[in-house]
Nanobody, 125 residues
Framework: QVQLVESGGGVVQVGGSLRLSCVAS????????MGWFRQAPGKERAFVAG????????YYADSVKGRFTISRDNAKNTVYLQMNSLEPEDTAVYYC??????????????????WGQGTQVIVSS
């Protein structure tokens, strides 16, 4: 059974940092793009960051560029999201996802095939 399990969420003050982790089990995602999405209350799920299978290309939503960094460790089947300079607008449930087709550069909401259960991030002002 394939599972993606996120961790690292929590409550943090404005300007603080969190590091999210997503561990995959049940199969290897070494050759698949992976990414992070988030869903704020009353809003649709949106792309945050993506990383290609080789970890050489990274993509970010404009709202998080310069503050968030995505990385992956294929040996551990894990993807990370380092979030710095957090703002109240970053409050959301964060989801890890894996792409449905191998060797793509980036993952999109429409192409994500596996999802984690989500981890809550609350940024308090």
């Amino acid at each position: 059974q394939v599972q993606l399990v996120e961790s690292g969420g929590g409550v943090v003050q404005v300007g603080g940092s969190l590091r999210l982790s997503c561990v995959a089990s049940g199969r290897s995602f070494t050759y698949y793009a992976m990414g992070w999405f988030r869903q704020a209350p009353g809003k649709e799920r949106a792309f945050v960051a993506g990383i290609n299978w080789g970890a050489g290309r990274r993509y970010y939503a404009d709202s998080v560029k310069g503050r968030f960094t995505i990385s992956r460790d294929n040996a551990k089947n894990t993807v990370y999201l380092q979030m710095n300079s957090l703002e109240p607008e970053d409050t959301a449930v964060y989801y890890c996802a894996a792409d449905s087709v191998s060797y793509r550069d980036n993952i999109r909401l429409s192409t994500a095939n596996y999802w984690g259960q989500g981890t809550q991030v609350i940024v308090s002002s």
